[in-house]
Structures are given as structure tokens and as C-alpha cells.
């Protein structure tokens, strides 16, 4: 089993940073792909990026590109989603997720969820 948390939602102003994290514990993370997603109210979850188990290659969602940057700390089993020129569509809840893929975008692929965290982007 794998258990995720995440941090750093909150209430930003338009053209505002935030940085998620995701803390994870349990099965080796070093062997993990990681992945961010978001869900808007009344919709179903959304791919933002992915980062594989060696930092080697990641991967995001086309528009959000230049905006939105995935790292990975092994050391710390941690999983970061830095977020700069947030736009009031960015306001969901952002899920950080783990997968044995190498890598994949889809929801499917992702065996592990964490409880997900607020985002609210203000005009």
C-alpha cells in the first residue's frame, strides 16, 4: 500500500504561484511514477503531468506547458507541482496519484490516490 498527502492549496490571487506537495509513505517511491491530476465540480479528474520514477522524463497536459512544472525529491518521497501565473480555471482540487507505469496519463493507471487539495484562483 501506498498512502499520499498532499499540501499547499489555498486562495491565489490571479497571476499567483502556489507549490502542492505530496508526501507519500509506504511502498518505495524511487519506484513510483508520479502524477498530478485536478477536478473541476462535476467533472471527472483530468491529467496535469507526470514525472517517472528516475526524474528522466515527464510529461504534461498540452495547455498547461510553460506554466506548470512536476519535480521529484526520492529522498524525501515527495512529489511537487509548482504552479506560476494561476488563472481562475486552474481553481479545482489537484490530486497527487502513483503508478507502477513508467509512465501514463490516464486515470486508470494510477493504483494510488491521496485525498487531494483545494486550489482557488481569484479574478
Known amino acids: 500500500q501506498v498512502q499520499l498527502v498532499e499540501s499547499g492549496g489555498g486562495l491565489v490571487q490571479a497571476g499567483g504561484s502556489l507549490r502542492l506537495s505530496c508526501v507519500t509513505s509506504?511502498?518505495?517511491?524511487?519506484?513510483?511514477?508520479m502524477g498530478w491530476f485536478r477536478q473541476f465540480p462535476g467533472q471527472s479528474r483530468e491529467f496535469v503531468a507526470q514525472?517517472?520514477?528516475?526524474?528522466?522524463?515527464?510529461y504534461y497536459e498540452d495547455s498547461l506547458k510553460g506554466r506548470f512544472a512536476i519535480s521529484r525529491d526520492n529522498d524525501k518521497n515527495t512529489v511537487y507541482l509548482q504552479m506560476n501565473n494561476l488563472q481562475p480555471e486552474d481553481t479545482a482540487v489537484y490530486y497527487c496519484?502513483?503508478?507502477?507505469?513508467?509512465?501514463?496519463?490516464?486515470?486508470?493507471?494510477?493504483?494510488?490516490w491521496g485525498q487531494g487539495t483545494q486550489v482557488t484562483v481569484s479574478s
Open positions: 514525472i517517472t520514477w528516475n526524474s528522466d522524463n515527464t
Open positions: 509506504g511502498r518505495s517511491f524511487s519506484a513510483l511514477g
Open positions: 496519484a502513483a503508478t507502477t507505469f513508467y509512465s501514463c496519463s490516464g486515470t486508470g493507471c494510477y493504483d494510488y
